[in-house]
């Protein structure tokens, strides 16, 4: 049972199923629902991962969402003027946020308190009505979920539908944890191939059966067209995550497009959909040609095409798969032999015995044999040709691993878990490695209370050093990170340290963007974010400037940015992610030596079509050109390190979305000559 299978079954009350016989890929194993959120809890990488984001992923609700009985026949219409929502249960507004709009463009929804005899009413919009759900956050790795009903009456007949919306940590989307003593959560790789442009990632999470599973599950709203829910498993990743219309990053018409600006994108945003196909943020297209044999829902994953090429460009990616129905992924071919001049195809091959890989090999002669559990299908073993490396897998039953051994059968790491609310197992107590040779305790993480938990990280047997982490019950914002407390000695002894964070929870736009930060030392750092666009207390969520303040030597600015968020002046259509156009640090233009300490970031203008097809103009693919700076320090230093004292760390992660070459068979990224100042990238 693979992570998105395994999603959906939380929704729904997790009913397990066997993985025995044949499944297919795409048909059987559709977009989990989930809305992945920040993480705000104890685990280390995670934090620092999702430490700038925002909020996390936003999802469209259109009511109604069913066709009509035939006593109730097409089309489905409100015909109430006004909606009842309530939720069962609690809510918790620092987990989950509902709003009227899609993009979370119109006013908040508070369902605290609410129940069937005492909801919140809204209006609806005619014969539909829109609303969307943002996930802001989790402190937890065990997922939030959330029953939310309403009432309205439908074509003349009152109708209590049932929304179920569930929040789970950021992890197998792409921001996963390195593994490590950090349990090997979901999306922690444990096979990394790569043969030419050919490249293929197996992460926790992920079933045998799914191994090269990629595919878009598009689905269309039935009161208003033009509005869709897309869950999309990109390649690589442990789960599916749901991406934005194209149209939803413009105002007015059509449809999908904003009402108000509200949510520019999701906080963690990584691609939207045009027609049938996603897209990355950087707009590299992933082409689907085919829907699955049971219909135009699903549709799997063609060709990975440069950035916002058509159908008709050159791909740098082709997935084969053994038919229309089953839909497995038996081949990822590069498309070298397009190249100028033409090379010979690098290819991954998947090799599976009833619909299920058990044997992965390259072009170039390496291979790893895949073993898996009968009953649920998770990944047991990982052997490489040879033996050396080998890793095998034990799993509990909410499919979390448990111990990893390697090939002769050696303990490395193991993992203790409890269960969560629900009763599944994903509440981690322990971790332990195999250090000095023995396995020894690393890490406890206790539940001291709703309000406190409790990290102990051991330094050396029966002695830890004790983090406290306490959050905001009291604001009934449970999962809000208020305060983190060190302790000076051993064992939570000595002097306790603490550190405040301020946080615009409140902020009707739904950010949880950390505003302050209220160090040990009595230093203060202020956290800077966009300005409000259009006169509305609306803004995108992006840090612009981080300034640190001691109590006896001023202040320094440590991370100054600015940003270009629309890609015409008339501020009606927004870049799919906003680009960074300066940046700086506290010393630029100040006395005593007035440095300059500005790096600028050059773009394509747009101003010359690229595609004639697509009739998409440079702006759209956001390409970054170069990257000048000036050199404070004369000695060499590496090219993104270009501004001494700079904190490169958001330049680093845009460079790789936007530095890239054309031409599908050159490899992607910046050069920076040494005796200049400019980071030239190759377009």
């Known amino acids: ?177 390195q593994g490590e003593s950090e349990a090997f959560l979901p999306g922690t790789p444990v096979l990394d191939v790569q043969v030419g442009n050919a490249k293929l990632v197996v992460p926790v999470g992920q079933t045998a059966e799914m191994i090269g599973a990629t595919f878009i599950d598009k689905r269309d709203n039935i009161a208003l067209t033009g509005i869709s829910t897309n869950d999309v498993l990109f390649p690589g990743a442990a789960e599916t995550v749901h991406i934005q219309n194209n149209d939803q990053f413009r105002l007015g018409s059509p449809a999908a497009a904003k009402t108000d600006w509200g949510t520019p994108w999701p906080g963690y945003l990584v691609g939207y959909q045009i027609s049938t196909d996603p897209f990355g943020p950087d707009g590299t297209h992933y082409d689907s040609q085919t829907a699955s044999s049971t219909g135009a829902v699903f549709r799997r994953i063609d060709f990975v095409r440069p950035r916002m090429q058509s159908e008709f460009s050159p791909a740098t990616v082709q997935y084969v798969y053994d038919n229309g129905f089953d839909n497995h992924v038996i081949e990822i071919r590069d498309r070298a032999d397009q190249a100028d001049p033409p090379a010979p195809v690098n290819v991954i091959t998947l090799t599976p015995v009833a619909g299920i890989v058990s044997e992965i090999s390259t072009s170039d002669g390496r291979s790893w044999e895949i073993a898996h559990d009968p009953t649920d299908g998770w990944i047991t073993a990982v052997r490489p040709s040879g033996g050396l490396g080998t890793r095998l897998f034990e799993y509990n039953s909410a499919g979390r691993v448990t111990r990893v051994r390697n090939g002769a059968n050696a303990l490395l790491y193991e993992f203790s878990y409890t269960n ?211 050199v404070i320090n004369t000695a060499p230093r590496p090219p993104e390190r270009r501004g001494l004292g700079l904190s490169m760390k958001m330049t680093r992660s845009f460079l790789p979305m936007f530095c890239s070459d054309r031409k599908p068979n050159m490899r992607r990224g910046c050069f920076a000559p040494s005796s200049l100042r400019t980071i030239h990238c190759s377009v």
């Open 1 to 177: 049972m693979n992570a998105v299978r395994m999603r959906i079954a939380l929704t729904v009350g997790w009913v397990l199923g066997s993985v025995g016989g044949s499944f297919a890929q795409i048909t059987m194993n559709e977009g989990d629902g989930v809305l992945n959120a920040p993480y705000r809890g104890t685990i280390d990488s995670l934090r620092e991962c999702s430490a700038d984001i925002a909020y996390g992923e936003v999802k469209s609700q259109v009511e109604p969402s069913i066709f009509c009985s035939s006593g109730n026949p097409d089309p489905c219409e409100i015909t109430s003027s006004t909606i009842d929502v309530w939720v069962e249960g609690t809510w918790d507004r620092s987990v989950l946020r509902m709003y009227e709009g899609l993009d979370a463009s119109d006013s908040e929804i508070d369902l605290t308190g609410t129940s069937a005899g005492s909801p919140e009413t809204v209006f609806a919009d005619g014969t539909a009505k829109r609303f969307s759900f943002k996930a802001l956050s989790t402190k937890t790795l065990a997922p939030q979920t959330f029953t939310i009903r309403m009432r309205y009456f439908l074509n003349g007949i009152q109708t209590t539908p049932t929304r179920i919306i569930t929040v789970a940590l950021i992890t197998g989307s792409f921001c996963a944890s």
């Open 420 to 630: 969560d609310p629900n009763g599944m197992l994903t509440l981690l107590t322990e971790e332990k490695r195999f250090v000095d040779n023995a396995l020894q305790t690393v890490v406890q993480h206790e539940i001291v209370s709703e309000s406190l938990q409790r990290r102990k990280e051991y330094v050396a047997p029966g002695q830890y050093r004790q983090f406290d982490f306490n959050y905001d019950t009291a604001n009934n914002l449970k999962h809000r990170l208020a305060t983190i407390t060190s302790h000076e000695n051993v064992n939570g002894g000595g002097t306790p340290y603490t550190t405040t964070y301020t946080n615009d929870v409140n902020n009707p736009t739904g950010s949880m963007v950390i505003t302050q930060v209220a160090l040990p030392d009595g230093s203060t750092i202020m956290h800077d974010y966009d300005a409000h666009i259009s006169g509305q207390s609306v803004d995108f969520g992006f840090r612009t400037k981080s300034t640190r303040t001691g109590t006896d030597d001023g202040s320094l600015v440590t991370f100054d940015a600015t940003y270009e968020f629309f890609y015409t002046q008339s501020g009606t259509r927004l870049f799919h992610r906003p680009r960074i156009v300066k940046q700086r640090d506290g010393r630029h233009n100040q006395p005593p030596d007035n440095l300059n300490t500005e790096v600028t970031f050059d773009y394509d203008n747009g101003g010359q079509f690229v595609d004639d097809f697509t009739d998409v103009r440079g702006q759209d693919l956001n390409r970054l050109l170069s990257i000048t700076g000036p």
